[in-house]
């Protein structure tokens, strides 16, 4: 007879819990490593709690509360509640505590099973992002900045795709062109650390080059993983491959560094930062996006950011600093 099965016996699950609970042992044997230990803690734990857990003794109103923190399905909100029923009803501390224990792993369960039977179209989550402005009168300029971001996230593998184009005309001639589109999966090896590898493609004549593609492969670490709050930090080796302006061609290899932060500072307000940088013999890049997302009705919010980019070694007649502030909605699915 295994340990588990020992515990069982001796403190038997409730019925009316028993579904969720029997749902964790299944998904057990399929938990990546990182959560093996700490799954497993919680399903030995769980009988424990749940033998001495009577859900009907709790008080009405504290249950009642802590049913719609349940259904509101945000983690955070149920820690609250948890902590502060379990203050306000201390007989039940432990029938309280049985209860969202047994949510969490009928929510890590249906998270599992739905990640596993996920197609390759499913799973994927976006953002499309346009903005513009067009005037006239003593000065005729028209302009258009467009992004999509899509991201697909399994208990493995992370894929992130990102679209972006600047456009802009003051008195018929373009001035501004700029182009960008970039892939990156990324292979989770534990709780916080993965492999990534980048391959991008860039394309902005007025800072001196028509095409440049980019490849690298590393290492990456969440530095920051809380809920509100995340930093990503990634460095490996590159190659570079520059067609410019001025017909010169340029391959080199690089190392490459990139940060990706989000604060949220409140329930409709996220601060990001992000930023990356080539750095080689010849011509070295950093590029940087600081940006305020502000949620406005459903999926839709306002975003202000400002951009720079920065070249080390431009042609000649050219700037080495380009910046772009912007104002744009942004369609979250």
Known sequence: ??????????????????????????????????????????????????????????????????????????DGEVATIVKYARAAAPDNADAIAAIAAAWRADRLAKLQEKLREAGPFDLWKGRAEIGGYFTTGNTENIGLSAALDLQRETLRWR?????????????GLVSREHYLAAYEPNFKFGERGYVYGAAQYESDRFLGYTDRYSASLGAGYSAIKQPGMKLDVELGPAYRHTNYTDTTVESSIAARGSIDFDWKLSSAITLSQ????????????????????????????????YSVQYESMPPIGRVGTDTTSRASLVYSF
Request: aromatic share 4%; glycine share 4%.
């Open 159 to 171: 894929h992130k795709v990102r679209l972006a184009a600047d456009y802009q005309e003051s008195l």
């Open 274 to 305: 992000d930023a990356s940088a080539y750095i080689q013999h010849f011509n070295s890049s950093i590029t940087g996006t600081t940006a305020l997302n502000a949620k406005l009705i459903g999926p839709l919010a306002a975003k202000l950011s």
């Open 1 to 74: 007879m295994t340990p588990t099965n020992d515990i069982l016996l001796l403190h038997p699950v409730p019925e009316q819990c028993f579904g969720r609970y029997a749902r964790l042992v299944r998904i057990l044997p399929t938990l990546p490593a990182a959560s093996l230990l700490p799954a497993a803690v919680l399903l030995l734990a769980a009988p424990l709690l749940l033998a001495n857990a009577d859900p009907a003794a709790i008080p009405p109103q504290v249950r009642a509360m802590l049913d719609a923190a349940l259904a509101s399905g945000n």
